[in-house]
């Protein structure tokens, strides 16, 4: 004999077709909200100009290796705008969208690639983890963050994000785990931009949606259309509102594409098809915005002409700020590794000022 | 102030800190309603309840992030791996990130947490259940590691290392949790984890070991004693950072030293010191240095774990070799 | 807009009541097959005995540590004569049933626990794991094998097993996702005795079913009573036949309860309910099995009396066996470190000859 | 026979043994399309197809799993870690498992799998990229620990170590890949495991290092020897097991020694060479031993990533030291 014990689904949003145009007239309270709207444009395009000249920078020997973030700036900025101050948010490596929304300021993000700590040491959110470079560990640490605002009854979440690579690493499974078992004010963004480096989603997994993985932990588990801001925006804020009122976590895949190479150190030619690249254009994120904008007639030429230059001018003023830092001193390198340095380290101190010469780039 | 033993010492230093701060929390597989696989937590769960002392999920990569995020918050997470062997899971969060987390926000976020975990060979416990592996953390910048051998040591250096404001791993010799007993004031003063202990003063030679080997060494060492060999008999306890000058006021003054571990030989703690010495107290060293170790083999399951362990005979043959040396 | 994207569920399977009363008449062919019923219940009564022996050797001194297995008999009883010689079975600590079912001797499981390497040089099932005691790293060995079976188009298929809690660790997640993504020929048991050592299940993960943890890969997941033995062989058969027509993974969560302390170092009554205890021997599948062969008058008093004599014997064989055997010397434990050992070990070999005395208890 | 880089070697290498061996598969994450970030298995896809070049999930925990339960079935899986920083979560498999399954079975199941990175710093990688976590594996018994550091070494030593029936910890300085090219020839001649290279002679300075820094410490011998000192020169290549008899019978003849190496220096390679000769030759010492490592201390971001790594300067002033102590 054989009986059904537990039965699943996992839900699909979308609001806005790959032209702008409404799928449907369904569409959530804020679709409205043009000032919302136009600072999610705004942002976007300030994030897309941030990334584009991340890249001249390494390409120009300014910076280091750098992982842009073109074709997902809806996801971020989608659940960026809705964390509060006293929130904390924990990104994977290609988030800024996210860390911007939250008050990291651009030029941290270059001094991060550019290989300077201070990168790391945000003065806007004072909580929020930095980058996390090895995959899939920074779950982790969300649901250590979580555990603590449950422990004291605070009322504030956290969020973190990771791709869809990520999620075959057994700490991703492990976070997802426990914020099931705890019921942590926490919610997850998988980042599925159809690539980890040259794997694609496909390889990853056998499941259908890398949403259903939360199932793994009984979460409810959403899929949603990464380059449709409304939507994201929307199904972040039903996450979210759970996770305050003390109903527990979501796992919420965003589909997208990576509109660029893996890094800067990458070529994706090797092994990816130019076709579905270019097909991918098709459906990003800020002309799908722009176009919906326009059509609520919130938007025109002029607007666009004052943003780009708005935009230039703030990204060139933090890469002004990035350039004229003044190098650590090699002791800095010793500095934090314990609050206090114990003596033992005297003489490698020592040794290190004499030898060590200056940062350099 | 009572006779409690090692294992009652933890707990002891557990409590006292959970009372004067609240901020410290328990966290582990098994150490609430059991009170952990040896009691180390026996007790807690009552007085402090389930928020402070937290049953977690069979996970250690788990424990170590879930401890990362809740110390970047201001939280001082206690956490216990149920075995030593058990922490390699964990290694990616302990060396990847909580000894790294202050240096790479250069001090925005710090992890003030205890990495607990009974270490070491002796009981006849099953495979992965008996290993001593601290050179791995101290190998690696940022962590402390700490292993207490008495009942006071262990309350005090337990202390110190809830307080300290980075990650400390705090392995526990657990062959002698039970061995002897001890007066143990519950009176919250910590041990400094920069200082090594010296048990027993003697010129003939410096004595170094931590962790369960101590009793065999302070035995020998008394032994010696009565044949009118003064040993130096030195307690490592804080591994890491390591207190070499202890050591090398001792070398100074004996020109001989044997160093006793139960850890396997290559790239040990024991290298360490002997490459200290190598290196700064070459022309006080009136014999070679002798490590006495476990062997670079697998400690093996129960029936051949005694002859892995170094044995008292091992011990006092390298004493001897180094006493006679001329 | 919204859609459904992915459906799931998940389905129970149970034969036999408690009494071992057939709950409807839609049986498995092999509910007649009372040569095979037979078989299984001397297996589990030989086992049991088996079990009830290494604790009375470790309470008097005759082995170390041991991990019984009573009330958890029909789970590897019953897939564990499903697998076929030259499969590969990859089994948890708690597993004796599989692994003896699979040609693992009595004895290698005494010496195991009692401490000597050799018990786990296995002389039936030559390519079998030994016991894992870090718990779900066997999980990823399986898919190991699995994978090597796969590539080399072979007709053979691994079984694994693990605790309800072990499923915790990232690392069974990640032979889960593996296992989707490359169709193995694998199939993981999920021993979900209801606590891990002092943590209930419902601690370890907000999941409703330990088998939907497949469903993260899209696995097709099951539970089964597991102490109805007529259930699990039967979702075995279903799972083995899938593996071998190369369909891929299962995941099957047997339902039983840890009928003994976790371990002989272990005191259950410390955390655990003696009522919820006592109550769970009313499930416990021997007496069951045996009621149900009544039942088919395929079992009587005679033929149990008959069958205690034999399986004591059986038993007693094995420890002597076990207790008979020449300890190693101390050399050992270098002789296998590596197929030749390096030069480098010369000394050390030769010190613990001198110091090492021989084997010990 | 061309002019290769050392990742053209190690390409070569792993061709040729696909070749000769049908169960050699490889393993990894991107290292099929994308030939690897470093392009070290470029090429093979194409050559061996998808069931011999395998791009795996993205979890290392479970690169090294299936690697043991295809080695125990007699493949012979050449696995790659993208970077060293990322083998931690791999660390249980390999310490717990591969390390010890030949010994723990008594031989019946083995695991002749190499775990391929690249390692080390100097090429203004992220974070995370540019660690030398040698002595983790060198401590850890049952493990071999390989360490290249030309095109041709590359070449013998990688071949040997998928021929090995041993784990073989492999580490390619990722530095180097394509600082040098060699003539090669595509022989199939495995170097041997256990010899360390001595790639310059000399009675003055036994200088021992390995990796990259073979390179700065060879132009800094050639600069000696222009000035009439005579640095004997080891590259010490086979990590562990450590053939520490090359070493010994060197300081024997020179009576100095400096040591230089990439990793922290806490419990390092090179405190297990300094410890072995103040155990072993300690008579033949005429002068302190140095280490010039990289210090103890989290390797920093690129900026500050040179001033980390022993400089020329560095070894220099240390070499001079040793020369000069009387
Ligand atoms: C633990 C770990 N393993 C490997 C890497 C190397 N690596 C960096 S990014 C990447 C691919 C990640 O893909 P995905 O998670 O999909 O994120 P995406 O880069 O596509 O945004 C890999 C393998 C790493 N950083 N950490
Ligand atoms: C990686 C690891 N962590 C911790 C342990 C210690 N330990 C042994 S058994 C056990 C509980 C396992 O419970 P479960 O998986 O449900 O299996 P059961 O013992 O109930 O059969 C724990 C925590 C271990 N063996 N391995
Ligand atoms: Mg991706
Ligand atoms: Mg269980």
């Known amino acids: 004999m054989k009986k059904k014990v537990a039965e699943f689904d996992i839900e699909y949003y979308q609001f806005l077709d790959e032209t702008g145009k409404p799928l449907s007239d369904d569409l959530p309270d804020f679709a409205t909200d043009v000032e919302l709207l136009t600072d999610m444009y705004r942002r976007m395009v300030l994030y897309r100009a941030f990334d584009k000249k991340a890249v001249v920078l390494q390409r120009t020997g300014k910076m280091g290796t750098y992982a842009p973030t073109m074709g997902q700036e809806a996801i971020g900025t989608g659940f960026g705008l809705l964390l509060e101050k006293e929130d904390v948010y924990v990104p994977y490596y290609r988030d800024y969208p996210a860390m911007f929304c939250h008050g ?95 794997v694609p989603a496909s390889a990853q997994t056998g499941a259908e949606t890398f949403a259903q993985k939360g199932l793994a932990s009984g979460l409810p588990c959403i899929q949603v259309d990464g380059n449709d801001i409304l939507a994201v925006h929307h199904v972040s804020k039903l996450a979210f509102e759970r996770a305050r009122r003390g109903e527990g976590a979501t796992v919420i895949e965003a589909l997208t594409y990576r509109l660029c190479d893996h890094t800067t150190a990458d070529d994706a030619t090797r092994y990816r098809d130019t076709d579905e690249y270019n097909d991918s254009w098709k459906r990003e994120p800020i002309s799908r915005l722009r176009n919906y904008l326009v059509s609520l007639n919130a938007w025109n030429e002029e607007r666009e002409i004052a943003l780009e230059k708005e935009v230039n001018q703030e990204v060139e003023a933090a890469v002004e700020r990035y350039l004229t830092v003044t190098p650590e001193p090699v002791e800095k390198m010793f500095e934090h590794l314990y609050e206090t340095l114990p003596e033992a380290y005297e003489n490698q101190v020592e040794l290190a000022k004499i030898f060590g010469g200056k940062a350099h780039g | 102030m009572a006779e409690i033993t090692l294992v009652e010492a933890i707990t002891l230093a557990l409590a006292h800190e959970m009372k004067q701060d609240k901020d410290v929390v328990v966290l582990g597989e098994d150490i609430g309603a059991n009170g952990g696989v040896f009691r180390a937590t026996d007790g807690l769960l009552e007085t402090y309840g389930p928020e402070r002392v937290l049953d977690t999920p069979l996970a250690e990569a788990m424990i170590a992030g879930l401890s990362i995020g809740m110390a970047a918050q201001g939280m001082k997470p206690v956490a216990e791996f149920q075995f030593e062997g058990f922490i390699y899971p964990a290694m990616n969060q302990i060396c990847n990130h909580a000894a790294r987390i202050r240096n790479r926000t250069r001090g925005r976020l710090s992890c003030p947490a205890v990495f607990r975990a009974p270490w070491g060979g002796g009981i006849h416990a099953p495979e992965h259940h008996s290993d001593s592996p601290e050179a791995l953390f101290a190998h690696t910048p940022g962590l402390r590691v700490v292993i207490p051998s008495s009942p006071a040591r262990a309350y005090g250096l337990l202390l110190a290392s809830i307080r300290d404001p980075d990650p400390v791993i705090f392995f526990e010799p657990k062959r002698i949790y039970r061995l002897v007993k001890q007066n143990v004031e519950d009176n919250g003063e910590a041990l400094p984890l920069d200082r090594a ?130």
């Open chain 2, 197 to 326: 202990f010296v048990l027993s003063e003697g010129d003939d030679l410096t004595l170094v070991t931590w962790g369960a080997l101590v009793h065999e060494c302070s035995a020998i060492v008394n032994a010696y004693h009565k044949q009118g060999v003064n040993i130096e008999l030195i307690d490592l306890a804080t591994i890491s950072p390591i207190d070499f000058d202890t050591i090398a006021e001792s070398v100074a003054k004996t020109g001989r030293c044997v160093i006793v571990q139960e850890a396997p030989q290559t790239c040990s703690v024991g290298s360490e010191i002997a490459a200290c010495l190598a290196e700064q107290c070459l022309t006080d060293l009136e014999a070679p240095v002798v490590r006495v170790s476990g062997y670079d083999t697998v400690m093996p399951f129960l029936k051949l774990e005694k002859s892995y362990l170094p044995s008292v005979d091992r011990i006092k043959a390298s004493i001897d070799e180094v006493l006679e040396y001329a």
């Open chain 1, 104 to 198: 990291v300021k651009l030029e941290e993000i270059y001094h991060y690639w550019g290989g300077d700590e201070r990168g790391c040491d945000y003065q806007g959110p004072k909580e929020d983890f930095p980058i996390s470079v090895p995959i899939a560990t920074q779950c982790l640490h969300a649901a250590g963050i979580a555990t603590a605002i449950k422990l004291r009854k605070q009322k504030r979440m956290v969020a973190v994000s990771i791709g869809e690579g990520g999620t075959s690493e057994g700490e991703f499974y492990e976070a997802v785990n426990v914020a099931g078992a705890w019921q942590l004010p926490l919610v997850f963004f998988i980042n599925n931009n159809q690539w980890a480096i040259s």
